[in-house]
T-cell receptor, first 115, second 117 residues
Framework: DAGVTQSPTHLIKTRGQQVTLRCSPI?????VSWYQQVLGQGPQFIFQ???????GRGNFPDRFSARQFPNYSSELNVNALLLGDSALYLC??????????????FGPGTRLTVL | KNQVEQSPQSLIILEGKNCTLQ??????????LRWYKQDTGRGPVSLTI?????NTKSNGRYTATLDADTKQSSLHITASQLSDSASYIC????????????????FGQGTTLQVKP
């Protein structure tokens, strides 16, 4: 069984550019969440999508946006990149159950470096 | 403010030894508490999930405990192995606020464990 997949694995951009990160959830999972993890810190919640609708948003500026497609895959877009956007971007999928969020399964992440 | 604090920040132990990692949280209300293991540059992998009614849960050499009254959790690793070297992250789940979302996960900053031969 394929787990959560993310692409690309690594990405280098310059300040002011725009980037799109992609995530494919585990088959059957309808919820996708995005996290930013700066080196040495825990992940910070960015967005959660369930059934193609935004269900949660963290404290990130409007430069960050996301969407979920009918096949439940998701894209995270970041505009006007800043040096501080350099981080590991994690995607997690879950099948919401009685537990809030259900068990989350994380992808390997996309390492974004902004120069 | 909902927070999750972990200690120690980092830990070095010898292979074969036991260790205990701590997690204190102020999240309220609270749905469940999770421990994840994250290898460098990889995504976190779930070790345990506990609801407020559970006191302990084991996954092989990993045993998590939860005291919902004092809002404390610990992760005990028995007979450590070199492959246990990783960051261990405590995550607390807050329940949904209304029907439009599915709650939120609040992450601790992690404890970096290094197991030496």
């Amino acid at each position: 069984d394929a787990g959560v997949t993310q692409s690309p694995t690594h990405l280098i951009k310059t300040r002011g550019q725009q980037v799109t990160l992609r995530c494919s959830p585990i088959s059957g999972h309808k919820s996708v969440s995005w996290y930013q993890q700066v080196l040495g810190q825990g992940p910070q919640f960015i967005f959660q999508y369930y059934e193609k609708e935004e269900r949660g948003r963290g404290n990130f500026p409007d430069r960050f946006s996301a969407r979920q497609f009918p096949n439940y895959s998701s894209e995270l877009n970041v505009n006007a990149l800043l040096l501080g956007d350099s981080a590991l971007y994690l995607c997690a999928s879950s099948f919401p159950s009685g537990l809030s969020y259900g068990e989350q399964f994380f992808g390997p992440g996309t390492r974004l470096t902004v120069l | 403010k909902n927070q999750v604090e972990q200690s120690p920040q980092s830990l070095i132990i010898l292979e074969g030894k036991n260790c205990t990692l701590q997690c204190n949280y102020t999240v309220s209300p609270f749905s469940n508490l999770r421990w994840y293991k994250q290898d460098t540059g990889r995504g976190p992998v779930s070790l345990t999930i506990m609801t407020f009614s559970e006191n302990t849960k084991s996954n092989g050499r990993y045993t998590a405990t939860l005291d919902a009254d004092t809002k404390q959790s610990s992760l005990h690793i028995t007979a450590s192995q070199l492959s246990d070297s990783a960051s261990y992250i405590c995550v607390v789940s807050a329940p949904p606020e209304g029907s439009s979302n599915t709650g939120k996960l609040i992450f601790g900053q992690g404890t970096t464990l290094q197991v030496k031969p």
